[in-house]
T-cell receptor
Framework: AQSVTQPDIHITVSEGASLELRCNYS??????LFWYVQSPGQGLQLLLKYFSGDTLVQGIKGFEAEFKRSQSSFNLRKPSVHWSDAAEYFCAVGARSGGYNKLIFGAGTRLAVHP | SQTIHQWPATLVQPVGSPLSLECTVE??????LYWYRQAAGRGLQLLFY??????ISSEVPQNLSASRPQDRQFILSSKKLLLSDSGFYLC?????????????FGQGTRLTVV
């Protein structure tokens, strides 16, 4: 069965420090992978996606993610975190079932940024 | 450009009361539509998806139902709410292209059942 694991529930970093959020997926076919960000009380905004091609993908707000098939991972990174990056981050895998597409989400990682 | 509207933003309802949450999409036709629920401290759980008018599928058994009376309108309902229905409900739409497509989310409805 398809699943997404985000091992870190909470992460705290200092402003200006680098960031890496982990994501591991389980999916039998070629995965379509996504990272979303959610500010408190808001909907989800797409940060970046991987469908095929270059395994290092660039997204909005200075984020990037690297797809590693051998490790079934799609970790999100940012070289220098800003206070406004404090939010919850969700990794998702796109699955096709019964003729429709759906997203399977991880439980999320809540990021706190210290000044 | 496409936009998705979801309302109300917050809702407090007593146990046993009915529920109706509405979602509409603009700027696209024949979208896949989804209802997700996010319980406190947990990820997003897919509740319903729809690939067309009156074509609704449920992912998990529950106290809720969904309807799609128009191409770009998706409604989440309940006849009698339970305490366990509390959560953050998100409507989303996605395209029909291939096997990989991102979903675009509304701003969500915070439902508290008291």
């Amino acid at each position: 069965a398809q699943s997404v694991t985000q091992p870190d529930i909470h992460i705290t970093v200092s402003e200006g420090a680098s960031l890496e959020l982990r994501c591991n997926y389980s999916y039998g076919a070629t995965p379509y992978l996504f990272w979303y960000v959610q500010s408190p009380g808001q909907g989800l905004q797409l940060l970046l996606k991987y469908f095929s091609g270059d395994t290092l993908v660039q997204g909005i707000k200075g984020f990037e993610a690297e797809f590693k098939r051998s490790q079934s991972s799609f970790n999100l990174r940012k070289p220098s975190v800003h206070w406004s990056d404090a939010a919850e981050y969700f990794c998702a895998v796109g699955a096709r079932s019964g003729g429709y597409n759906k997203l399977i989400f991880g439980a999320g990682t809540r990021l706190a940024v210290h000044p | 450009s496409q936009t998705i509207h979801q309302w109300p933003a917050t809702l407090v309802q007593p146990v046993g009361s009915p529920l109706s949450l509405e979602c509409t999409v603009e700027g696209t036709s024949n979208p896949n539509l989804y209802w997700y629920r996010q319980a406190a401290g947990r990820g997003l759980q897919l509740l319903f998806y729809s690939i067309g008018i009156d074509q609704i599928s449920s992912e998990v058994p529950q106290n809720l139902s969904a309807s799609r009376p128009q191409d770009r309108q998706f409604i989440l309902s309940s006849k009698k709410l339970l305490l366990s229905d509390s959560g953050f409900y998100l409507c989303a739409w996605g395209g029909m292209t291939g096997g990989g497509t991102e979903a675009f989310f509304g701003q969500g409805t915070r439902l508290t059942v008291v």
